[in-house]
């Protein structure tokens, strides 16, 4: 009798790239050729040898997860004498998370980017002085081709969880929900801290609630130019100063500490004139100058783009000469958090006598926080069933779907989908914005579309249709000249963003031991003067959680990396399930297998590759349970497993997942 090889319980039954090489090589002739399976008869005593991840070609990304990307070891954060005691068995295991605490806070100030310094969204920051933690901005990412299936992207909040009784409050920015998007999700996580913010933002956060009403309510304190600083606790006052952004409200935010003021600017830009600031900007950093900061925080999106931004009331001249010399309809597409260009829309059909069509449910949210605040007139909204009531050169429709978005007003109008509007050739399209990188396919797809109906279209490089909402090099340069500071912390944007921010401050003379260019979850603390070595900035070995968290349907949690690989592995090769049915007395199959095949081959025009599959299948579960009472199943699965996926590789050059459902009669 031959004995079969022992199970171990250990052993992952589910990878569909397991060892091939435990078993003798199978002969096989390329694609088209003979295939014969493995003799699985005398292989039990081979040792089990270990087989290289798949190559791939894609790239790897520091907080994503990318088919072929070996799982690596990361530093998480734990206070708990239990998670000590558990760290030395879980570094044994390879490709384990290794905890390892962060060490007390002492008298230093520390400062945690729990998001939005690797990436463009999700901005949270958390300051810590003694027993109080200040949260500035609560943001969500949108998930991209790298996270298939996920709605957001958070920032990893564990180490607020541990200590979220001693979180005195959220500090609120502005009211995009890169900075908002988060707080529905997270704040029950972290008790509930007031929520402190301008008018316009707290609309917003309250008419983002309005989705989650099984929600405890928030606790929303909206704050007013000229308010005293607002107490975080004994330690630490905050207070707001007004800056440029593309949105009502928008601030920055100073945090007064025993060490000094820290400044942060949220978003921001400068408006100006062919490089010369407003007085109104001038005016605004005027206080920064009586005395040096402790430390300066800056949005760094713009920073790789050389210049200044043109003037915002520029791009709406330019607008306001286009719709006055158009003999049709105008229609408009931009963010829909361009809240005041979309504003400055409406008077401008107002100007010129037309009626204005809000179309996109986000613009149509915004536009009623706008109407509630009395931000401007809207006597000349009318819905959009009424638009063939309207002469077309009395008409204009403000839109959503500047980016190609394949169910935003624009995308459905390019695609002649919508329900209410057909272009035409006397139709006038203004793009109000600029691609977002990784959009370019989807914003080329809607341009064809469009320029299919012979419509004049419009876009910002044509015509200076648009300006940044994020400050270019020389607006930053600008504002680091009006804001003295001694320590530099980059923020909000790549990796790449911040690291030519530091550049530009250290050529402004910022010392580099003064800089910090963080990641995510970055420990940095600052010592105080009568420390033995004297007041200095540095980030700590240790690093606090910074896995991204992810919003999936109900679920909220931690990314699980097996899922988005095989969700990424499915959109690539697909998968392919086989069913067979085992007589348990002697092995036999008990008919030819089922094979069901989604995204891998299209089944029909493959009989051949189907035909060998299933007799691979066949012999190899034959063979597998020679002289095997009772058929260990598992075992015979992960046989099949290797053999159809070495078979179908050599096949086709690609590597679904394969299932197999074996069934015992």
Not at 361 to 380: G, T
Not at 627 to 635: A, E, L, Q, R, V
């Amino acid at each position: 009798m031959i004995t079969p090889r022992p199970y171990s319980k250990d052993r992952n039954n589910n990878r569909r790239r397991s060892s091939w090489t435990e078993r003798r090589s199978p002969t096989f002739r390329p694609r088209t050729g003979t295939y014969v399976a493995p003799d699985l008869k005398n292989q039990s005593q081979h040792p089990k040898k270990s087989v290289p991840a798949r190559p791939t070609n894609r790239p790897t990304r520091r907080g994503r997860f990318t088919a072929g990307t070996p799982k690596y070891t990361e530093t998480r954060y734990s206070n708990s004498k239990q998670s000590e005691q558990k760290s030395s068995s879980r570094e044994s295991g390879e490709g384990k998370e290794k905890i390892v605490p962060i060490p007390p806070i002492g008298d230093n100030l520390r400062i945690i980017p729990l998001g939005g310094v690797e990436e463009i969204g999700r901005n949270m920051t958390a300051i810590q002085y003694r027993d109080d933690i200040i949260v500035i901005d609560v943001g969500i990412q949108f998930s991209d081709e790298e996270t298939p299936g996920v709605d957001y992207i958070l920032p990893n909040i564990r180490y607020l969880e541990e200590h979220k009784d001693k979180i005195r409050g959220v500090f609120i920015t502005h009211g995009h929900l890169d900075h908002i998007g988060g707080i529905p999700y997270i704040l029950p996580r972290i008790g509930n801290p007031a929520i402190y913010c301008r008018e316009f933002a707290a609309l917003f956060i309250q008419k983002r609630q309005e989705e989650f009403s099984h929600l405890p309510p928030l606790n929303i304190k909206t704050v007013k130019e000229g308010d005293a600083p607002i107490a975080a606790g004994p330690h630490l006052k905050m207070s707001f100063f007004g800056l440029t952004h593309s949105i009502p409200d928008s601030t920055g935010i100073i945090v007064d500490t025993p060490f000094g003021r820290i400044i942060t600017t949220g978003d921001v830009r400068v408006e100006n004139k062919d490089g010369i600031p407003d007085e109104d900007e001038i005016s605004q950093y005027e206080m920064f100058k009586k005395e040096q900061a402790l430390l300066l925080m800056m949005d760094s999106t713009g920073v790789d783009r050389p210049g200044w931004t043109i003037s915002e009331s520029q791009v709406i001249k330019n607008i306001d000469d286009i719709v006055a010399k158009v003999g049709g309809r105008v229609i408009i597409a931009t963010f829909a958090s361009q809240v005041e260009r979309v504003m400055e829309f409406i008077n401008i059909a107002a100007k010129y006598d037309k009626k204005v069509v809000i179309e996109g449910r986000s613009m149509k949210a915004n536009v009623a926080i706008v109407k509630q605040l009395d931000l401007v007139k809207l006597d000349h909204l009318i819905p959009i069933e009424d638009i063939d009531t309207v002469p077309p050169h009395k008409l204009m429709i403000i839109a959503t779907g500047a980016q190609g978005e394949e169910f935003a007003a624009l995308m459905r109008i390019s695609n002649q989908t919508h329900k209410n509007i057909r272009l035409n050739e006397t139709d006038t399209v203004i793009l109000s914005s600029s691609v977002i990188p990784g959009n370019e396919r989807a914003v080329t797809k809607l341009k064809d579309n469009l320029y299919r109906h012979n419509a004049r279209i419009i876009t910002y490089l044509d015509s200076d249709v648009h300006a940044s909402g994020h400050g270019k090099r020389s607006e930053l340069e600008w504002i680091h000249r009006q804001i003295p500071y001694k320590f530099f912390i980059p923020v909000h944007g790549h990796h790449f963003m911040l690291k030519m921010h530091a550049e530009l401050a250290r050529s402004l003379g910022a010392e580099a031991k003064n800089i910090i260019v963080p990641d995510n979850g970055s420990v940095i603390e600052i010592t105080p003067e009568n420390a033995e070595a004297g007041q200095k900035i540095f980030v700590r070995l240790e690093r606090a959680p910074h896995e991204d968290m992810i919003v999936e349907g109900f679920r909220i949690g931690e990314a699980q990396e097996v899922v988005i690989r095989d969700r990424q592995a499915l959109a690539q090769d697909g998968m392919f399930v086989l069913i067979a049915s085992i007589n348990v007395a002697n092995g036999k199959l008990k008919k030819s297998p089922d094979i069901i095949s989604r995204g891998f081959v299209y089944l029909r025009e493959s009989q051949d590759l189907l035909h060998q599959t299933r007799w691979i299948i066949k012999k190899t579960i034959e063979d597998a349970t020679v002289g095997m009472n009772p058929i260990n199943f598992d075992y015979v699965k992960q046989a099949v497993t290797d053999a159809v996926s070495k078979f179908l590789f050599q096949q086709t050059a690609k590597r679904p997942i394969v299932i197999p459902v074996l069934l015992g009669v």
